[in-house]
């Protein structure tokens, strides 16, 4: 199959002239970009493979090197105002599963570099020489699962390797509206099954936080058990009242354990959650005693709690967050009170009497103090 067609529409001029850069040399465009132009979607890089060493040949054409990483053999280089990553072919194993892959050889045949590659959708190549420009290079189906829809891995071993891909896979599942395969789904299933805990969790977190989250993706996320790379135990009766937004918020539902190296901010977050939590006596907390604890918390500590069932969370978003009493220090002053710890008590108390009457207007609660504090009308 030839794309010149599709490739003609995808890029602009500049960057066709770019690529003419590698008419001599057995250059791809490679993986995710190959199946984005297929697809016709955007994307963000524009990842090349030379069959043979990348940094090499880098040297040996006209461009600006940016970047080098010699054990990987990749090379980042800008031509024009065009910034590009320039791979050699490569083989890889991986001898301590779940983690980085080591490099066995820079420089090997395109074949045996597509095979350490993810899935099917993600292992074509597109030559840009001029021999056989446009020319899809396609070893293992992944033209045709693309036209299916299918997502599919490349060997039984795949998830053993690199179980981030459970991940990816579930990322192109909603990226793209694609569906895992029957045989990737029974791997899938029996990895998850029997999962190897020894592995890389910075992997697992950057493919987590590179998901699209929705409502939807989570619940797939949930149904197919994909939640057991981050935690076992969370599986739980969530309450989705709302649709969070912020991907961090599915994290914290899962309360991912120290492996985990996310920023201290969360951190702190989920160590709140665990926190309240803990805690004895929720079920009979009155609405201002709800209303002080939460009000204090951050917002997306409440949300992540009432999605996790407690009551209390979800009554403070829903009924009393909104409740504000109008009086300010400033009136209190003009009342004739000190800046004292009393005013505080003061606050408090139209704030307790606000929560029970929602509707008390700013010359009520004034009224209220005059009443309660000044005995006098
Ligand atoms: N890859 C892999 N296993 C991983 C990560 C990446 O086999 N855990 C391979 C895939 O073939 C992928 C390529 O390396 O196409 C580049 O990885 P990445 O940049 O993450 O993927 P892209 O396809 O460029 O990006 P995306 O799919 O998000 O558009």
Same mark, same amino acid.
């Given at each position: ?19 003419? /850069? ?23 890089? +524009? ?19 940016? =970047? ?5 053999? /990749?090379?980042?280089?800008? +031509?024009?105002?065009?910034? #590009? *990553? ?16 080591? #490099?066995?050889?820079?420089?090997? @045949?395109? !074949? ?8 099917? #959708? ?7 020489? !001029? &021999?056989? %420009? ?10 045709? *699962?693309?036209?299916?829809?299918? +997502? ?5 071993? @795949? ?14 599942? =909603? ?5 895992l395969d029957n045989e990737t789904l029974a791997t899938q ?10 592995? =890389? ?19 797939? %996320? ?17 309450? %989705? ?53 939460? =009000? &204090? ?8 709690? @009432? ?11 829903? !009924?009393?967050?909104?409740?504000? #009493? ?29 929560? /029970? ?9 004034? @009224? ?10």
């Open positions: 199959m030839n794309i010149i067609n599709l490739y003609e529409k995808y890029f602009d001029e500049e960057t066709k002239q770019v690529l003419e /850069t590698f008419s001599n040399y057995k250059v791809y465009l490679i993986g995710g970009l190959v199946r984005d132009i297929l697809l016709n979607k955007k994307s963000n890089d +524009i990842d090349i493979t030379f069959e043979g060493n990348a940094i090499e040949l880098a040297k040996k054409i006209n461009c600006e090197i940016i =970047s080098e990483h010699k054990d990987f053999g /990749t090379v980042k280089i800008k +031509i024009g105002n065009k910034n #590009i *990553d320039l791979a050699s072919t490569r083989t890889e194993t991986y001898p301590q599963k779940g983690h980085l892959p080591v #490099i066995n050889k820079i420089g090997c @045949s395109l !074949k045996e570099d597509i095979k350490r590659r993810d899935f099917t #959708i993600n292992a074509l190549a597109m030559s840009l020489n !001029k &021999a056989n %420009f446009g020319e899809i290079i396609d070893y293992i189906g992944g033209l045709d *699962d693309i036209k299916n829809k299918k +997502i599919r891995i490349l060997h039984p071993q @795949s998830f053993i390797d690199d179980p981030s891909r459970i991940l990816r896979g579930l990322k192109y599942s =909603s990226r793209l509206g694609f569906s299933e029996n990895y998850l099954n029997n999962i190897n805990y020894d592995m =890389s969790c910075s992997r697992i977190l950057s493919e987590f936080y590179r998901t699209k989250w929705n409502l939807d993706v989570f619940k797939m %996320f949930i149904n197919q058990n994909i939640y057991k790379l981050i935690n076992p135990n969370a599986k739980q009766d969530f309450d %989705f009242w709302f649709e969070p937004t912020e991907p961090f918020i599915y994290l914290a539902l899962l309360l991912p354990d120290e492996r985990f190296e996310i920023t201290k901010r969360e951190r702190n977050i989920a160590e709140e959650i665990k926190h309240i939590q803990q805690q004895k006596n929720q079920q009979n907390m009155s609405d201002f005693e709800i209303y002080k604890i939460y =009000s &204090a918390l951050p917002i997306e500590t409440v949300q992540i709690l @009432s999605i996790m069932r407690d009551k209390n969370a979800k009554k403070y978003l829903q !009924k009393l967050k909104t409740i504000k #009493i109008q009086t300010t220090g400033k009136d209190l002053i003009n009342l004739g009170f000190k800046p004292s710890k009393e005013m505080k008590t003061i606050l408090d108390f139209i704030l307790e009497q606000k929560i /029970t009457n929602p509707n008390l207007s700013k010359q009520d609660e004034i @009224s209220l103090i005059k009443t309660t504090f000044l005995n006098r009308d």
